[in-house]
């Protein structure tokens, strides 16, 4: 037994035992405790292995920069892999195992890769994996995803929910030590709206390892007055257990908040994740400062540790690292800790010090080696001893822990991911924040202010600060009196001379120094370089502790200085976020909204089957008892329309009411026919163009009265319309006297369409709606009987006698109802999308398959309509540009099938027959086809080059994916009533 | 890009309420200017580093059409007006 | 053939036709609001919104300049329409939203928490005053929000939207057990 729990002290609760599991083995911890700590308690130091040698590698820290505790918690699809040990909160039935590891993490197997070293150096991957290049994916890259994967993702749905929620407020302090929790106190008190963030459970930072009294009561005591206070406050908000990872343009910050990650059984009304974005006026950047590794000769055998995070497991969890500790100093931080450690009653085996001429103490009686250096660790899966040199004398000393205290790194990430790069200070020998401007400003030892009373004053004189600056005046207040202070000041020591082991840098990704030498060696000095090449800084740890060292030795290796080789690129986030926190509650049915059809219930009770169509849902078909396809439903509708009557809901078309003295000509500058004159109580069919004179989307537009339009897009398109036609009105033309406003939602409408059309809508109708009264392509506001007022158009898409009628919405299902009651005599049935689609096929009428922004009017064949009297439309200038009117352009075409049983398909290309299928003899396409069943063949509208001059040609349909080449006929577009007598009656 | 844009109507607005068309300098032509005139008004744009005007729709919003001048390497946004205003102003 | 036809709420699906056990935090969502769009024409914004001003018995949400929404409880859709053309005359024109619209009306202590789960707008009474409104984005969804109190809010969604934005605001409000139902009076 090395490490152990405390008889007393930590702010653990000894009352509250928590039972938990490790790899199978249940263990007990304390409420309070972290997973690390409560193995820690239980002597558990080997907890993983690493990436590359598969090295027994133990915990390291007491916090986010943890490179090795890296374990999966929970079980099933619930499962969390590379959770950090230190920053989990312990609970009772918590289930974690270790990672990287097979078959066990005591007798890895990967570990020969550490006998394989000399082999594995920097890119060596890069090197040994290079050729032939078809080995990679085969052979090599499953090798060394199975011996080198962290935790696993699991691929079962993740039945845990989580949701997003924005925030605002005047200063966002992120970090509740001693600079948050003053600056929150001083913002809150002057009456901003402060939002106080902090990762961790517990809120205190580092006041909850601190052993020295502030105002007269334990730091613990002082951070709990403190929070107590500002929990009083209604304008600000504490947020415990939350990340902010990440700071983004305007203030902006990222932030994820575990809500249920510390408890057994989520409640389901809760998410278990929730994603913040904070959206603040200022922002105080409290991280505090991460203490810097050492870099000496075996220093990542699990006992190896951080001195700090050795004090943090002393006093703020009760639990020493182990019985004999060796302390590796640079500063004065590690005698701080030598000193908690001594009065908690752990021995201290020698405090190793790399500097010479100290001033700082040893505790009593405590052995102290000045201008030592530690070059080896002794023990295999744990540290047993040590080995110092000093002075060219080596000397093994016993302990089972090391204690390693390299200096500071202020907690800088937030403040330096917007591109503005980290700043060397000499005098503090750290990088610290750059200046950001004042959105947001960094305090406390985030700043390389060190001791407790200078963060205690700049979190107060910074928040004051940002008071003022904000229009709030902070009355000045006496600061905390705190009894005891040291100045934790440092020596940089990058490299540990004289190691006669690896001396690890990045403990994650197995990177050591030979390796930054290797790099620097090869033309990778650059530090982002040696990066990449070395692996240092990549694991999922960014490299919180090695990147620094990282660049000091790359420095030192060049007899630079630290800033002329600069930081890594510091990007969100600044720990890992789920997949899940990101995504929220869009996923399912949440993803994306539904429309629905006011006719939706209709449809329902006809048994339609529903199809995407965008965000709508549009009934496809309607299945009747005995049909087994859809072809079978759809070819009866078909049949059905042409023979008897059919209603279909168009009410998804895009809707517009447009309005004013200049409506006419409004409309006649977008559609690229005429609309001047449209008279009142007629519709017309309007052709869109963009300005590069391709066809942008079709509809009708109808004259309700002078100064009254209604149009209809496409569905497809009908946001895109409404958008171009605002930008139209607003920016190209804003003198015009023109308003309008989407009705899409407003209308349920329906399209009456088949020879008996007539007999169903009028028994509907009070107005008479015959061929004279009503004739083709009127349009008018009718009154149903019962009163309600209805917009009847005769408008056919089918090509059959045909009406669409408009209701208010709430009275959409009511009418469609009546007109199927008022039609069961005729042998009325409800059509759907597909058999609208085969209507409009056979009636060569085109959408938006056709429409694929590469057609002109003429192509479709609606040359004839392109007004050229108007002085000008969208799309004018760029229709007669050469090209868009050369002779052998595609056009439009019908294609039949020469054997009547053969198939064509939409996608398929068209060549002469006998020519080998190339894009230099490519003729054309196929854009629509289906089954007639008016026919009773495939049809196919098609773009052929110089198509219309082409009818009675034969010509190949080639469709690679069906695998068939099927001989068609060219002929006109339009297969049923050419003549539209259908239409006219 | 923004994470918050000022609409001139509405107020501060994540960006995720706007849609961005493009360059706001760009006149359209006269219907007889010269075939140079037209192409770069349809087909030619620049991609500048620093500041740079564009037409942004807010169409979770008030679906006016603005003009959002911006930086497009440091992300600064130095106004946001009325798309109608500014070509009225411009004389168009 | 006479058909008195019906007009069917696009809630119906979601919501029992009798009101339910209310909690603190609910969702009210009254059946035949008579709602009008209100477009200024040129240069007459100001007179516009000076008339609607004084109009009596509805309430106006901003959409746009020169544009609103007028909303009225106890006005029918022809009615309210009929007043405002009335009104405005020759100055703006007028279009019956009625049934293009659903009104949802969410009020309780933790309304503001739950809106913010969607709504990126600061809802801080102080900055989104009473008697504000705006067309906003709610999740995936463009809304008009009008803050009615300190602790009320009424949302006017598409009509097509109106199940997926209240599928969404059950979710946003699970956590305070957010209930809803239709107005007792109608
Ligand atoms: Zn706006």
């Given at each position: 037994?090395?490490?152990?729990?405390?008889?007393?002290?930590?702010?653990?609760?000894?009352?509250?035992?928590?039972?938990?599991?490790?790899?199978?083995?249940?263990?007990?911890?304390?409420?309070?405790?972290?997973?690390?700590?409560?193995?820690?308690?239980?002597?558990?130091?080997?907890?993983?292995?690493?990436?590359?040698?598969?090295?027994?590698?133990?915990?390291?820290?007491?916090?986010?920069?943890?490179?090795?505790?890296?374990?999966?918690?929970?079980?099933?699809?619930?499962?969390?892999?590379?959770?950090?040990?230190?920053?989990?909160?312990?609970?009772?039935?918590?289930?974690?195992?270790?990672?990287?590891?097979?078959?066990?993490?005591?007798?890895?197997?990967?570990?020969?890769?550490?006998?394989?070293?000399?082999?594995?150096?920097?890119?060596?991957?890069?090197?040994?994996?290079?050729?032939?290049?078809?080995?990679?994916?085969?052979?090599?890259?499953?090798?060394?995803?199975?011996?080198?994967?962290?935790?696993?993702?699991?691929?079962?749905?993740?039945?845990?929910?989580?949701?997003?929620?924005?925030?605002?407020?005047?200063?966002?302090?992120?970090?509740?030590?001693?600079?948050?929790?003053?600056?929150?106190?001083?913002?809150?008190?002057?009456?901003?709206?402060?939002?106080?963030?902090?990762?961790?459970?517990?809120?205190?930072?580092?006041?909850?390892?601190?052993?020295?009294?502030?105002?007269?009561?334990?730091?613990?005591?002082?951070?709990?007055?403190?929070?107590?206070?500002?929990?009083?406050?209604?304008?600000?908000?504490?947020?415990?257990?939350?990340?902010?990872?990440?700071?983004?343009?305007?203030?902006?910050?990222?932030?994820?908040?575990?809500?249920?990650?510390?408890?057994?059984?989520?409640?389901?009304?809760?998410?278990?994740?929730?994603?913040?974005?904070?959206?603040?006026?200022?922002?105080?950047?409290?991280?505090?400062?991460?203490?810097?590794?050492?870099?000496?000769?075996?220093?990542?055998?699990?006992?190896?540790?951080?001195?700090?995070?050795?004090?943090?497991?002393?006093?703020?969890?009760?639990?020493?690292?182990?019985?004999?500790?060796?302390?590796?100093?640079?500063?004065?931080?590690?005698?701080?800790?030598?000193?908690?450690?001594?009065?908690?009653?752990?021995?201290?085996?020698?405090?190793?010090?790399?500097?010479?001429?100290?001033?700082?103490?040893?505790?009593?009686?405590?052995?102290?080696?000045?201008?030592?250096?530690?070059?080896?660790?002794?023990?295999?899966?744990?540290?047993?001893?040590?080995?110092?040199?000093?002075?060219?004398?080596?000397?093994?000393?016993?302990?089972?822990?090391?204690?390693?205290?390299?200096?500071?790194?202020?907690?800088?990430?937030?403040?330096?991911?917007?591109?503005?790069?980290?700043?060397?200070?000499?005098?503090?020998?750290?990088?610290?924040?750059?200046?950001?401007?004042?959105?947001?400003?960094?305090?406390?030892?985030?700043?390389?202010?060190?001791?407790?009373?200078?963060?205690?004053?700049?979190?107060?004189?910074?928040?004051?600060?940002?008071?003022?600056?904000?229009?709030?005046?902070?009355?000045?207040?006496?600061?905390?009196?705190?009894?005891?202070?040291?100045?934790?000041?440092?020596?940089?020591?990058?490299?540990?001379?004289?190691?006669?082991?690896?001396?690890?840098?990045?403990?994650?990704?197995?990177?050591?120094?030979?390796?930054?030498?290797?790099?620097?060696?090869?033309?990778?000095?650059?530090?982002?370089?040696?990066?990449?090449?070395?692996?240092?800084?990549?694991?999922?740890?960014?490299?919180?502790?090695?990147?620094?060292?990282?660049?000091?030795?790359?420095?030192?290796?060049?007899?630079?200085?630290?800033?002329?080789?600069?930081?890594?690129?510091?990007?969100?986030?600044?720990?890992?976020?789920?997949?899940?926190?990101?995504?929220?509650?869009?996923?399912?049915?949440?993803?994306?909204?539904?429309?629905?059809?006011?006719?939706?219930?209709?449809?329902?009770?006809?048994?339609?089957?529903?199809?995407?169509?965008?965000?709508?849902?549009?009934?496809?078909?309607?299945?009747?008892?005995?049909?087994?396809?859809?072809?079978?439903?759809?070819?009866?509708?078909?049949?059905?329309?042409?023979?008897?009557?059919?209603?279909?809901?168009?009410?998804?078309?895009?809707k517009i009411e447009i309005f004013g003295p200049d409506a006419a000509e409004f409309l006649n500058r977008i559609y690229c026919n005429a609309f001047l004159k449209l008279p009142v109580g007629k519709a017309r069919y309007g052709l869109m163009l963009r300005e590069d004179g391709m066809v942008y989307d079709d509809g009708t537009t109808s004259r309700l009265s002078s100064e009254h339009f209604f149009m209809t897009t496409t569905t497809a398109l009908a946001g895109g319309v409404m958008s171009h036609m605002e930008y139209c009105a607003q920016v190209l033309w804003p003198d015009l006297r023109v308003r309008f406003c989407s009705s899409t939602d407003q209308w349920a409408q329906m399209a009456i369409a088949g020879p008996k059309a007539r007999l169903v809508v009028q028994a509907l109708?009070?107005?008479?709606?015959?061929?004279?009264?009503?004739?083709?392509?009127?349009?008018?506001?009718?009154?149903?009987?019962?009163?309600?007022?209805?917009?009847?158009?005769?408008?056919?898409?089918?090509?059959?006698?045909?009406?669409?009628?408009?209701?208010?919405?709430?009275?959409?299902?009511?009418?469609?109802?009546?007109?199927?009651?008022?039609?069961?005599?005729?042998?009325?049935?409800?059509?759907?999308?597909?058999?609208?689609?085969?209507?409009?096929?056979?009636?060569?009428?085109?959408?938006?398959?056709?429409?694929?922004?590469?057609?002109?009017?003429?192509?479709?064949?609606?040359?004839?309509?392109?007004?050229?009297?108007?002085?000008?439309?969208?799309?004018?200038?760029?229709?007669?540009?050469?090209?868009?009117?050369?002779?052998?352009?595609?056009?439009?075409?019908?294609?039949?099938?020469?054997?009547?049983?053969?198939?064509?398909?939409?996608?398929?290309?068209?060549?002469?027959?006998?020519?080998?299928?190339?894009?230099?003899?490519?003729?054309?396409?196929?854009?629509?086809?289906?089954?007639?069943?008016?026919?009773?063949?495939?049809?196919?509208?098609?773009?052929?080059?110089?198509?219309?001059?082409?009818?009675?040609?034969?010509?190949?349909?080639?469709?690679?994916?069906?695998?068939?080449?099927?001989?068609?006929?060219?002929?006109?577009?339009?297969?049923?009533?050419?003549?539209?007598?259908?239409?006219?009656? | 890009?923004?994470?918050?844009?000022?609409?001139?109507?509405?107020?501060?607005?994540?960006?995720?309420?706007?849609?961005?068309?493009?360059?706001?300098?760009?006149?359209?032509?006269?219907?007889?200017?010269?075939?140079?005139?037209?192409?770069?008004?349809?087909?030619?744009?620049?991609?500048?580093?620093?500041?740079?005007?564009?037409?942004w729709q807010h169409v979770a919003g008030c679906r006016r059409w603005l003009v959002v001048e911006r930086d497009t390497f440091t992300h600064e946004v130095f106004s946001v007006t009325d798309g109608a205003a500014t070509a009225r102003e411009a004389g168009r | 053939m006479t058909m008195p036809y019906i007009s069917r709420h696009p809630l119906e699906n979601r919501l029992p036709l009798e009101p339910g056990i209310r909690a603190v935090d609910h969702m009210d969502v009254p059946r035949g609001t008579a709602i009008a769009t209100v477009m200024a024409m040129d240069g007459e914004d100001a007179a516009v919104a000076a008339g609607l001003a004084v109009a009596g018995d509805m309430s106006l949400r901003f959409v746009a300049p020169g544009e609103w929404l007028a909303v009225s409880q106890?006005?029918?859709?022809?009615?309210?329409?009929?007043?405002?053309?009335?009104?405005?005359?020759?100055?703006?024109?007028?279009?019956?939203?009625?049934?293009?619209?659903?009104?949802?009306?969410?009020?309780?202590?933790?309304?503001?928490?739950?809106?913010?789960?969607?709504?990126?707008?600061?809802?801080?009474?102080?900055?989104?005053?009473?008697?504000?409104?705006?067309?906003?984005?709610?999740?995936?969804?463009?809304?008009?929000?009008?803050?009615?109190?300190?602790?009320?809010?009424?949302?006017?969604?598409?009509?097509?939207?109106?199940?997926?934005?209240?599928?969404?605001?059950?979710?946003?409000?699970?956590?305070?057990?957010?209930?809803?139902?239709?107005?007792?009076?109608?």
């Amino acid at each position: 037994m090395t490490a152990y729990r405390l008889t007393s002290g930590g702010l653990v609760d000894r009352g509250a035992n928590l039972d938990f599991k490790f790899d199978g083995k249940t263990l007990t911890g304390l409420s309070g405790d972290t997973l690390a700590s409560a193995l820690l308690a239980n002597d558990r130091l080997l907890v993983g292995r690493s990436f590359k040698y598969h090295r027994p590698r133990g915990i390291v820290t007491a916090g986010a920069s943890e490179p090795n505790a890296l374990v999966t918690i929970g079980k099933g699809a619930s499962t969390d892999p590379n959770t950090k040990a230190t920053v989990a909160e312990l609970y009772a039935g918590l289930d974690a195992r270790s990672q990287n590891r097979w078959p066990s993490l005591k007798y890895d197997f990967g570990a020969v890769n550490g006998l394989l070293s000399p082999f594995l150096g920097a890119g060596f991957y890069y090197k040994t994996f290079m050729w032939p290049a078809a080995f990679w994916e085969k052979v090599y890259e499953p090798i060394i995803r199975r011996a080198a994967g962290l935790g696993r993702v699991v691929l079962e749905r993740d039945p845990e929910a989580y949701e997003k929620c924005w925030a605002h407020c005047d200063l966002l302090v992120v970090g509740s030590g001693p600079t948050g929790l003053m600056a929150a106190l001083v913002a809150g008190r002057a009456g901003l709206r402060v939002i106080l963030a902090d990762e961790d459970f517990r809120l205190g930072g580092s006041l909850l390892a601190e052993t020295t009294r502030i105002d007269g009561v334990s730091a613990q005591a002082f951070a709990e007055a403190s929070l107590a206070e500002l929990r009083s406050l209604p304008n600000v908000t504490i947020m415990p257990r939350t990340t902010v990872f990440g700071w983004y343009d305007d203030n902006v910050f990222g932030a994820v908040e575990r809500v249920q990650k510390h408890v057994a059984m989520p409640q389901a009304k809760l998410p278990v994740e929730r994603l913040w974005r904070i959206a603040a006026k200022r922002a105080l950047l409290a991280t505090g400062a991460e203490e810097r590794p050492l870099v000496f000769g075996g220093n990542d055998k699990p006992g190896v540790m951080m001195a700090g995070a050795m004090r943090t497991y002393a006093n703020r969890f009760g639990v020493a690292a182990g019985r004999s500790v060796a302390i590796f100093s640079n500063g004065s931080a590690g005698y701080q800790a030598a000193h908690d450690l001594a009065a908690q009653g752990v021995e201290i085996a020698a405090i190793i010090d790399s500097r010479s001429d100290v001033a700082d103490v040893a505790p009593a009686g405590v052995r102290l080696i000045q201008s030592g250096s530690v070059i080896d660790t002794q023990g295999r899966q744990r540290v047993s001893g040590i080995v110092v040199e000093r002075s060219g004398f080596e000397e093994t000393i016993a302990c089972d822990a090391i204690g390693m205290s390299g200096g500071w790194n202020p907690v800088i990430h937030l403040a330096c991911q917007r591109g503005a790069k980290a700043v060397w200070s000499p005098e503090l020998q750290t990088f610290l924040a750059p200046d950001v401007g004042n959105g947001l400003v960094v305090a406390g030892s985030a700043a390389g202010r060190y001791t407790l009373v200078g963060c205690l004053a700049d979190g107060a004189q910074k928040a004051a600060a940002i008071a003022a600056d904000l229009g709030f005046s902070a009355p000045a207040e006496a600061m905390p009196v705190v009894e005891e202070d040291i100045d934790p000041s440092f020596t940089a020591l990058w490299y540990s001379p004289g190691a006669k082991a690896k001396a690890f840098i990045d403990f994650q990704n197995d990177v050591h120094v030979r390796d930054i030498g290797l790099a620097l060696r090869e033309g990778f000095g650059h530090v982002e370089h040696a990066k990449r090449y070395t692996t240092n800084g990549m694991a999922t740890d960014q490299g919180k502790l090695s990147g620094i060292n990282a660049t000091g030795l790359l420095a030192a290796m060049q007899g630079i200085s630290p800033a002329d080789v600069g930081t890594t690129t510091f990007r969100p986030f600044y720990t890992p976020v789920t997949l899940g926190a990101l995504a929220g509650t869009s996923r399912d049915e949440h993803a994306a909204p539904v429309r629905k059809s006011p006719l939706h219930g209709w449809a329902q009770k006809n048994g339609a089957v529903f199809v995407d169509s965008g965000l709508w849902y549009r009934p496809a078909y309607f299945a009747r008892s005995g049909e087994k396809t859809w072809r079978e439903s759809t070819d009866r509708e078909v049949r059905n329309v042409r023979e008897n009557v059919g209603l279909c809901d168009v009410s998804t078309l895009g809707k517009i009411e447009i309005f004013g003295p200049d409506a006419a000509e409004f409309l006649n500058r977008i559609y690229c026919n005429a609309f001047l004159k449209l008279p009142v109580g007629k519709a017309r069919y309007g052709l869109m163009l963009r300005e590069d004179g391709m066809v942008y989307d079709d509809g009708t537009t109808s004259r309700l009265s002078s100064e009254h339009f209604f149009m209809t897009t496409t569905t497809a398109l009908a946001g895109g319309v409404m958008s171009h036609m605002e930008y139209c009105a607003q920016v190209l033309w804003p003198d015009l006297r023109v308003r309008f406003c989407s009705s899409t939602d407003q209308w349920a409408q329906m399209a009456i369409a088949g020879p008996k059309a007539r007999l169903v809508v009028q028994a509907l109708v009070e107005d008479d709606i015959s061929d004279a009264a009503f004739p083709f392509l009127a349009a008018g506001i009718v009154a149903l009987k019962g009163g309600l007022k209805a917009r009847l158009f005769r408008i056919s898409f089918s090509g059959e006698l045909a009406y669409e009628l408009a209701v208010p919405a709430g009275s959409g299902e009511a009418v469609a109802d009546a007109i199927m009651e008022e039609g069961r005599a005729h042998g009325i049935c409800a059509y759907g999308l597909e058999a609208l689609n085969v209507l409009r096929m056979e009636k060569g009428h085109v959408t938006h398959a056709e429409f694929d922004g590469r057609v002109t009017p003429d192509d479709a064949g609606f040359g004839r309509m392109v007004s050229a009297q108007k002085p000008d439309f969208i799309g004018k200038r760029l229709s007669t540009r050469y090209g868009l009117t050369a002779a052998d352009r595609m056009q439009m075409v019908g294609l039949k099938p020469v054997e009547a049983d053969q198939h064509i398909r939409a996608g398929a290309h068209l060549l002469r027959e006998g020519a080998k299928p190339s894009t230099l003899n490519d003729q054309g396409y196929v854009s629509s086809a289906c089954f007639s069943p008016t026919l009773g063949h495939d049809i196919a509208l098609a773009f052929l080059k110089s198509g219309r001059e082409r009818y009675g040609e034969r010509i190949v349909v080639w469709d690679k994916l069906a695998g068939a080449d099927v001989v068609a006929e060219v002929c006109n577009p339009v297969f049923v009533d050419p003549g539209n007598a259908k239409l006219n009656v | 890009m923004a994470s918050l844009i000022h609409c001139p109507h509405c107020g501060v607005r994540p960006k995720e309420e706007f849609s961005i068309r493009g360059d706001a300098s760009l006149v359209r032509p006269d219907p007889e200017a010269s075939d140079e005139a037209w192409h770069d008004y349809v087909h030619i744009r620049s991609n500048p580093r620093g500041r740079y005007r564009e037409h942004w729709q807010h169409v979770a919003g008030c679906r006016r059409w603005l003009v959002v001048e911006r930086d497009t390497f440091t992300h600064e946004v130095f106004s946001v007006t009325d798309g109608a205003a500014t070509a009225r102003e411009a004389g168009r | 053939m006479t058909m008195p036809y019906i007009s069917r709420h696009p809630l119906e699906n979601r919501l029992p036709l009798e009101p339910g056990i209310r909690a603190v935090d609910h969702m009210d969502v009254p059946r035949g609001t008579a709602i009008a769009t209100v477009m200024a024409m040129d240069g007459e914004d100001a007179a516009v919104a000076a008339g609607l001003a004084v109009a009596g018995d509805m309430s106006l949400r901003f959409v746009a300049p020169g544009e609103w929404l007028a909303v009225s409880q106890s006005d029918t859709p022809e009615g309210l329409c009929r007043n405002l053309s009335l009104l405005l005359a020759e100055t703006a024109s007028v279009f019956d939203q009625s049934d293009g619209r659903v009104v949802l009306r969410l009020s309780g202590p933790n309304v503001r928490r739950i809106l913010a789960k969607g709504i990126g707008i600061d809802l801080h009474p102080a900055v989104f005053e009473i008697g504000t409104s705006s067309n906003v984005l709610c999740g995936h969804i463009s809304i008009n929000l009008a803050r009615t109190g300190e602790n009320e809010f009424e949302l006017i969604v598409m009509r097509s939207f109106a199940e997926s934005l209240f599928d969404d605001l059950r979710l946003m409000g699970r956590e305070f057990d957010l209930s809803a139902d239709f107005s007792a009076q109608g």
